[in-house]
């Protein structure tokens, strides 16, 4: 069911009532079933092109990581934003946005590369701040399943 | 033993022959000998434009590094070099170096030790004064220091204030004939401000225009209400400018106090958010403008009052180009102080017109302010900042750092008592804190959710002629050149050069740390250099040889 996920987009608050009535375990499994990591990084597993996810319990309330998953475009953090830039060569790229100033553009692709673009070889871009993970068809207990898993993750101390 | 005689007669002999190395005569024309930089903003008028012509819209491209110095005090240079044949000066913290302008290589430091407490925030400085053969250095912690420019060693160092009562210097001192003019600021301590003039050879006080009242028969002290007068504020934090034709030095002021929270003191609070014209030989007030009546956004007129004459309506006219934190760019008449235009230059949502005065009239929707953050643009930011802005007479532009599409939630609470040397804002409370959503980071920002940019404006009609467009708002001065360059900076480190009549990119350089000085231009051997700090060091730019 979350196998058309793209960029999952999570945020802050403090509701913890609701993570507690999911069922964590069943929430790991969705998400490894799902194809979440196709696009989402948790420890050491699934990909960079999406908000990692590895202490997203420490970052944002399970009310906020419930909106969403049911309603991915109701917030999209700034850092989480992609960009869609359109070269010179008519080639386009998009990827998650890590920085831009007035002489450069520089992401993470859909292949995880880094990528940096002088403006002076730009034609165009644009900060995509929707659409950027479809809405998943979830039961609500597979919603609070999930939630009650991302909660858990709390991330562990840095090497 | 001949020769042994002879020597020290022969060094004697030149040393005497020496001319000043700096005179009044030649600040006052400073435009004369552009190969120097003779004072913050290159020229009494404020214009920070170089008249050197060697670097040109077809080969600054080809500019190259030439140097590094990085300070003892790894702090964020803010401040600008002066050069004066070939030698370039700065300092940094507690120290000030004479360095050689086409090596970088130092001929001498002085050191003094000021105490890093006596600066709340990072230990910046904006910058040195010269006259004869003498540095001026007016440090964080109140003292006014003499350094023999030859030699580094110290002549005199008077202490101007106690630094513990809440003031610091942070300006660079203006040489105006025999006096050095500056004031100092307060930091939101409340302490009331001033601009004072200062022999040159003992330090001693000439005259003092106080910014904020001391006493009851000051006339701005019908603009407070109560006591509140005592906590004035009103600092100085940016160098002014002098007319030699009507003697006038003008000096912007920062906010009264306390700073977001106007409650404690109804009334316009004079002279905070202005301008004020001194007489140079006396101090006296001749005319004042207050940008901000009744400041609580943090509205400091902290930018460079920049002096031209320009042709206004089909007469010449001495004016007073101001592109103020407040979001509006102003044209006052210099010699009377009457105001003539003031047009917004950003985005703003604080005032809807002007009066006949010249007085702004506030939106209802801000004023009285309520209590938890409304939102304002441009933000307490500002539209600009303190950092330089430049008046190319090639050009006929005015260019200004500005933030547009800023804005945000302007935090009042209560400002509690007001205690010796401890900040006293009326900040900080709902709106400090922003109810919603924060905004977006820098890096990820849409043009709508704000942006900085290069802005260059007609004085004449207070039209935008262009813009530098840049993600981030930045804290570089401007610098024009007689060869229409203009070159400024970026807080993600980009340095770069624009043709400054039309804004277009022809050069840059990323120096890995923020721009947050005004970069300057000197020639040594006929060959033009540009210099500018980015984060803790200073950076030399020549064309290649």
């Known amino acids: 069911m979350l196998q058309s996920l793209g960029v999952c987009v999570l945020a802050l608050a403090a509701a913890p009532l609701f993570a507690q009535s999911g069922d964590a375990a069943k929430g790991k499994a969705l998400i490894a079933s799902s194809g979440c990591t196709g696009c989402h990084r948790i420890g050491d597993q699934g990909s960079r092109t999406g908000p990692d996810l590895s202490e997203i319990g420490d970052k944002r309330t399970a009310e906020k990581l419930k909106t969403s998953l049911v309603d991915p475009d109701e917030e999209v953090l700034p850092e989480n934003r992609y960009v869609s830039v359109v070269l010179k060569d008519g080639s386009t790229v998009r990827g998650r946005i890590l920085n831009h100033d007035a002489m450069s553009v520089q992401l993470i692709d859909t292949k995880q590369d880094l990528r940096s673009f002088q403006t002076s070889a730009i ?26 898993y991302l909660s858990s993750l709390k991330g562990t101390e840095a090497p | 033993m001949k020769l042994g005689v002879l020597r020290p007669l022969v060094f004697f002999s030149l040393a005497g ?23 913050y903003s290159g020229g009494y008028a404020g214009q920070r434009y170089s008249g050197l012509t060697a670097l040109t819209r077809a080969n600054v491209g080809n500019l190259e590094l030439k140097w590094v110095y990085h300070p003892k005090y790894p ?22 170096v004479a360095v050689d302008a086409v090596s970088g290589r130092a001929f001498w430091t002085f050191h003094y030790a000021v105490p890093p407490e006596s600066n709340a925030y990072v230990m910046v400085v ?22 023999d420019s030859k030699t580094g060693k110290g002549i005199w160092n008077k202490t101007i204030f106690d630094w513990r009562k809440g003031y610091q210097f942070n300006v660079a001192p203006l040489v105006v004939k025999d006096m050095l003019i500056l004031g100092p600021a307060t930091n939101e301590r409340g302490m009331n401000c001033w601009v004072a003039a200062y022999d040159l050879k003992t330090g001693q006080e000439r005259w003092r225009f106080y910014t904020a009242p001391v006493a009851p028969e000051d006339p701005a002290f019908k603009t407070w209400t109560g006591d509140s007068w005592k906590r004035g504020g009103s600092p100085i934090w940016v160098t002014g400018s002098y007319d030699p034709e009507t003697n006038l030095t003008f000096w912007g002021t920062g906010n009264p106090n306390p700073g977001w929270n106007g409650d404690p003191r109804p009334g316009d609070n004079l002279y905070s958010d202005s301008v004020v014209a001194l007489d140079a030989d006396t101090g006296t007030l001749k005319w004042h403008y207050q940008f901000t009546p009744h400041d609580e956004f943090d509205w400091d007129s902290v930018q460079v009052p920049v002096l031209t004459d320009i042709d206004w309506q089909g007469k010449p006219r001495k004016v007073m180009l101001w592109a103020n934190r407040n979001g509006f760019f102003y044209v006052l008449d210099r010699t009377t102080g009457q105001f003539l235009r003031g ?38 930011q500002g539209g600009t900042n303190w950092y330089s802005p430049a008046f190319s007479p090639s050009t006929g532009l005015f260019y200004v750092s500005a933030w547009d599409n800023y804005g945000g939630p302007s935090g009042k609470s209560d400002p509690g008592t007001w205690v010796e040397n401890e900040r006293y804002m009326g900040a900080g409370g709902v709106g400090g804190r922003g109810g919603g959503r924060r905004p977006a980071a820098i890096g990820y920002r849409t043009e709508a959710e704000g942006y900085g940019a290069v802005r260059a404006l007609d004085p004449k009609t207070g039209e935008k002629k262009w813009d530098y467009k840049m993600v981030d708002y930045t804290e570089s001065g401007i610098l024009t050149t007689a060869s229409d360059l203009l070159f400024s900076g970026g807080k993600e480190g980009n340095f770069f050069a624009l043709d400054a009549r039309n804004g277009s990119l022809l050069w840059s350089v990323n120096l890995g ?26 950076y030399v730019f020549g064309l290649p040889e």
């Not at chain 1, 995509?128 to 009650?148: F, N, R, Y």
């Not at chain 2, 300092?91 to 000030?96: D, K």
């Not at chain 2, 005004?518 to 700090?533: H, M, T, W």
């Open chain 1, 123 to 148: 034609k165009g871009y644009t900060i995509l701040t929707k659409g950027l993970m479809p809405k998943p068809q979830l039961s609500d207990e597979q919603v609070a399943d999930i939630v009650a």
């Open chain 2, 17 to 39: 022959l020496l001319p000043a190395q700096v005179t009044y005569d030649q600040i006052l024309h400073a435009n004369r000998e552009p190969q120097n930089w003779l004072t």
């Open chain 2, 513 to 538: 740390g923020t721009v947050a000085s005004g970069p300057i231009s000197y020639a040594v051997n006929n060959r033009q250099y540009v210099a500018v700090c980015a984060d803790t060091a200073m």
């Open chain 2, 343 to 380: 047009k917004a230059f950003v985005k703003q949502n604080w005032n809807v017109g002007f009066d006949e005065g010249g007085r702004p009239i506030k939106s209802s929707a801000l004023a009285p302010k309520p209590m938890g953050g409304p939102h304002v643009e441009p933000g307490t």
């Open chain 2, 75 to 96: 702090d964020k240079m803010e401040a600008t070099p002066l050069v004066v044949d070939g030698v370039l000066y700065t300092v940094q913290n507690s120290e000030v």
């Open chain 2, 126 to 147: 904006k910058g040195l004064a010269i006259s004869g053969h003498t540095l001026y250095w007016a440090s964080y912690d109140g003292h006014l220091i003499a350094i």
